[in-house]
């Protein structure tokens, strides 16, 4: 092997390594966010380690993973989300149960967060949280 092949063959070795290091790098550069609960206007969350529950107005959640964001402090979780209607439930009632989307972002102790029902694509709501806050919700009466 001539050293002009040589080195060209060392220098496309030494480019794969890094580019597998910097891509393995950034799949695991998710963070599992710190148990706890963060609450605002119309919603409180609970993190919990591999789940999640979300309390709104006349509705609930789950996202029955780990809540994990990005380096950013970005997450988009799947999850499911109930709608919840006024007086006690009947135990034959069907739930209201759909999957959804849950996205958004922390930034310190804020989290800004898009609530999406997949059928129909419909947003249920946009939230902002404060951790250890009080959740602020009202339930169907």
Sequence with gaps: MTKAVLIVTLALILSSVVFAITFLNHEDSRVRVQNGTWGGPHIGLE????????????????????????????????????????????????????VARYAGRIKGKEMS???????????????????????????CG
């Design 47 to 98: 993190i919990t380690g591999n789940r999640s529950t979300i309390e709104f107005d006349c509705a609930h959640g789950t996202i029955d993973q780990p809540f994990e964001i990005d380096s950013a402090g970005v997450f988009d979780l799947p999850g499911k989300y109930v709608k919840e209607s006024a007086g006690p439930a009947r135990q034959d009632a069907n739930n209201d149960e759909h």
């Design 113 to 139: 967060l898009t609530v999406r029902i997949i059928d129909g694509n419909q947003v249920v709501g946009r939230f902002t949280l404060t951790r250890g806050a009080v959740p602020r919700v009202a339930k």
